[in-house]
C-alpha cells in the first residue's frame, strides 16, 4: 500500500501572507489539528499547526534566558524564534523543517516516521507540489480496511472523499469527532456531535453526495471530556 492509496486531496491550505487570527479561526471551525501553508504555484512551504499557535501564546511565560546563552546562540537562530513569537502571519509561524512523502512512498515507511517523529501528519508531494497528506486516522483506517477498498478509484473510496470535503465546507461539523465510512455505497458516520440538528444535518449532507445508496448517522452525544460549546 501507497501514500497515495491513503492521503486525503481535499484539502484546505492557505497562502503565506494569511493573518494568523484567520489561521486560528480556520482551525477551530474546521477542527483541523494543522493546515498547509502553499504559494501561488502550490508549492508547499510549511505547516501551521495547533502547536505553532500554542507556542505563540506561551512565549510570554518563558523563563529570561541568562545573557551568556544568548550570547553563543546563533543569532539566525534567535532571529527565527523571534518571528514566530511575534510574526502576525502564516509564514512567520509555520514550520518548515518537514518530513514529506511521495506518491509511490509506502505506507509503512510513512507510519514509521510518525512513530519515530511523533508528528500527527505527512505532506504528499510531487514535483514540490502538494497533492495530498496522510495523517495518522488514515493510517488507522488502514489497519481496518481492506486493501482493494482503499484504492483511490473504488467506489466507496471515491464517496467517502466526497463525503470528507462536503464536511470540510460546512462549520457546523465537528470534523474532529465525526468519522465518515463508507460500505457498498452506504454511508455511516460515527463519532460524537453536539445536538439532533447535528444529526439530521448530517444525514442531508451524505444523501447529497452522487453514488450514495443510504445514510446512517451512528454518532453519539460527546462525552463531557471532549464536549465543544
Known sequence: MRARDLMTTNLVTIPPTTP??????????RGFSGVPVVDADGRLLGLVTEGDLIRRL?????????WLRDFFAPAGRQAAQFARTHGRTAQDAMTTALVTAEEDTPVERIAKVMEERGIRRVPVVRDGRLVGIVSRADLIRALLSPPEAL???????????????????QPWVDAYFIFPEVKEGVVLF????????????????????????GVQVMVEKAPLPVATA
Open 20 to 29: 494568523l487570527q484567520v489561521v486560528a479561526a480556520t482551525l477551530a471551525e
Open 58 to 66: 506561551a512565549a510570554p511565560e518563558d523563563k529570561p534566558r541568562s
Open 190 to 213: 460515527h463519532g460524537y456531535c453536539r445536538n439532533e440538528d447535528v444529526k439530521r444535518a448530517l444525514r442531508v449532507l451524505g444523501e447529497r453526495i452522487p453514488g450514495v445508496k
Open 151 to 169: 484504492a483511490a478509484d473504488a467506489p466507496d473510496e471515491r464517496i467517502r472523499r466526497d463525503v470528507l470535503k462536503a464536511m470540510r465546507e
